[in-house]
């Protein structure tokens, strides 16, 4: 079992910053895929950013150049956003893919329980 928890939303003003935090507890010893969906009232859950276990990265459009993920190995991810927008303002769910759990591996993904993030003056 991998339980992932988020931490660091809240309110912000247009231009301010924000770090999201995922913490990563279980027995996963590889997560292939680590990063951040999000999802505003009344819209789809959308990909935000990933990081891969190899290194790379992926953004959404809507995002590139104001947002950085970064990740802990298998243990946590992060998501340092900048210049936020009111357009920003959703629930951040963490995510994994890609488990190892001793020899077994699943596809099944994870996600966390989501932190609100509320970009208004």
């Known amino acids: 079992q991998v339980r992932l928890v988020e931490s660091g939303g809240g309110l912000v003003q247009p231009g301010g910053s924000l770090r999201l935090s995922c913490v990563v507890s279980?027995?996963?010893?590889?997560?292939?895929?680590l990063g951040w969906y999000r999802q505003a009232p009344g819209k789809e859950r959308e990909l935000v950013a990933m990081a891969s276990r190899g290194g790379g990265t992926f953004y959404a459009d809507s995002v590139k150049g104001r947002f950085t993920v970064a990740r802990d190995n298998a243990k946590a991810v992060f998501l340092q956003m900048n210049t936020l927008k009111f357009e920003d303002t959703a629930v951040y769910y963490c995510?994994?893919?890609?488990?190892?759990?001793?020899?077994?591996?699943?596809?099944?993904?994870?996600w966390g329980q989501g932190t609100q993030v509320t970009v208004s003056s």
């Open positions: 995510h994994a893919n890609g488990l190892t759990i001793g020899s077994v591996f699943s596809a099944q993904p994870t």
């Open positions: 279980g027995s996963a010893s590889v997560i292939n895929n």
